[in-house]
């Protein structure tokens, strides 16, 4: 269980999609478990002219249907008592006196998170604004929501901006797949058992596929998501995220730095794509009108000429003594068959094959994120009877049925990991600006090339080139296989 930190959490942004669908939720999930200091107070902060009252409707209305799990009206009575709102327009200054009083009257704590759910640009204003009326004191942590920028130099630039006034043991830069339980666990199953890390390398490993599928479209989110597409909300972080996570070499302990540094080390020994890479190794694609469903074109505020990508497919190499020669593929698209995030090893083939059939389907261990939280380890099976065939069979741990124990939602350990002062899960600027590097030349490409993206029909696996992609080294997607 967390240590409970008596802590003052600035929530700007409070009245935003985000605070309302996710943050305030988990910190009432949080409260709830008996995780929140009973005297931690949540200060939400936005540009609104609302009092405390009106703020708590605008919460009991938006955020409470969110709350799935555990509700009770005692309970709520009891959240809502720590909130407090604040009017801050991040763009007037003045105003950031009376949030200075606010939490400096205050004596019991001096654990102070200030958490930014705004747009980017708000963040050199916010941390400006707050560095002059002292809230950027050793005792404060400021949280960064994604995106961090557009590109390598927006991010260098928004980081630049920010370490003016807070030193890097300060920043939490959320990617909130860091939260996932699931995703963790692949630490504790690597490096807590004897088992699987000797097969963790390029002499049993053929190739690792990392995916992350929605079925969803950009439903009425196309002025967003046609400035973004899907290299920049997925690859860059998530996906590069889930990447480090199993190619990292052991840490020395799970202490910040030592997993940030070797993370960064797998970030480093990527493989950088030239532009013939990015034409050979990597699809964007873009959903098609189908089964009755939009095309991507054809959504909302979407331009009809918009070549922005609803799907990448990428094969990545990492060239350390580990993993070289092993492609790793990463894939992410919207409006697609299924919705998964998973990571999937496949093994190499057996020298000998004693069994009839054992060549058809080598090893092949499947971490699944979502929609379960489960690993799978396909091995050959022998059939009943006589013959000496084997069919592939599941070892399978779903953990939410395994271990007993509350499952907390990204946000919700994340949240509390800022109160508790602990970095681990949080991005270090050194490793987001060598991923960014890491994707410029694809979008430096596609900026360039007069080849438009692939369709793919809404509902299946992507495109036809992305299945080629694979092909070309003998591998198939997991959905094939
Ligand atoms: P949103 O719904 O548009 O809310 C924006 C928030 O910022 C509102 O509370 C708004 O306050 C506040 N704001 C705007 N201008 C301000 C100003 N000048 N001074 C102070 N506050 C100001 O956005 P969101 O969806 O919550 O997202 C917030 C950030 O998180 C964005 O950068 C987004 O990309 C990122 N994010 C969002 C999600 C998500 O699921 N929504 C997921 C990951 C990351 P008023 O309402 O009072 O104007």
Request: hydrophobic fraction near 40%; aromatic fraction near 8%.
């Amino acid at each position: 269980m967390n240590k409970q930190t008596n802590f003052d959490l600035v929530l700007f942004g409070a009245t935003g999609d985000l605070a309302m669908r996710k943050l305030l939720p988990c910190l009432y999930q949080a409260h709830v478990a008996g995780l929140l200091h009973p005297e931690g107070r949540i200060l939400g902060v936005s540009r609104s002219e609302l009092d405390t009252g009106g703020f708590l409707e605008k919460v009991e209305t938006h955020s409470k249907i969110h709350i799935k799990q555990n509700f009770s009206d005692e309970q709520w009575a009891s959240f809502t008592k720590r909130i407090q709102y604040l009017t801050v327009d991040v763009t007037r200054p003045e105003q950031f006196d009376a949030l200075a009083e606010t939490v400096k009257a205050r004596k019991e704590t001096d654990n102070v998170v200030i958490y930014l759910s705004t747009a980017p640009k708000f963040f050199a204003p916010a941390c400006e604004a707050l560095a002059k009326v002292g809230l950027n004191a050793p005792n404060v942590r400021i949280v960064l929501e994604k995106p961090l920028g557009t590109d390598l130099k927006s991010s260098q630039e928004i980081n630049t901006d920010v370490a003016r006034y807070f030193k890097e043991e300060q920043i939490y830069r959320i990617d909130h797949y860091l939260g996932k339980e699931s995703l963790q666990n692949l630490l504790a199953l690597r490096f807590a058992n004897v088992v699987f890390e000797p097969l963790w390398n390029n002499k049993y490993v053929k190739s690792v596929q990392l995916t992350i599928a929605e079925q969803l479209g950009v439903e009425e989110r196309g002025e967003f998501y046609d400035i973004t597409g899907a290299l920049r909300d997925m690859v860059q972080n998530h996906l590069m995220q889930m990447l480090c996570m199993t190619a990292m070499e052991a840490p020395k302990s799970l202490d910040a730095d030592d997993v940030r540094d070797e993370k960064m080390k797998v970030i480093k020994s990527l493989k950088p794509l030239t532009s013939a890479d990015v034409d050979a190794n990597v699809v964007r694609g873009q959903y098609t009108a189908d089964k009755g469903m939009n095309g991507y074109l054809q959504e909302l505020n979407v331009p009809s000429e918009s070549r922005t990508e609803t799907y990448v497919a990428a094969k990545a190499e990492i060239d350390n003594e580990r993993w070289k020669g092993v492609p790793f593929y990463l894939r992410t698209g919207k409006r697609m068959a299924g919705k998964v995030a998973e990571i999937v090893l496949n093994f190499k083939d057996l020298d000998n094959h004693i069994y009839e059939n054992s060549a058809a389907a080598p090893n092949r261990l499947v971490i699944e994120l979502q929609p379960t939280e489960s690993v799978r380890l396909y091995t050959q099976v022998k059939t009943p009877g006589a013959g000496n065939k084997v069919e592939p069979t599941a070892l399978a741990v779903d953990m939410g049925q395994a271990i007993e124990g509350r499952r907390a939602e990204a946000y919700e350990r994340l949240l509390l990991d800022v109160i508790n002062g602990k970095l681990a899960l949080f991005n270090r600027r050194d490793e987001l600006e060598a991923a960014w590097e890491w994707v410029m030349p694809i979008m430096e490409n596609w900026e360039n090339s007069p080849v438009p993206p692939h369709g793919y029909a809404a509902h299946s696996w992507g495109p036809e080139a992305a299945r080629e992609l694979l092909a070309r080294n003998g591998d198939k997607w997991h959905e094939e296989q």
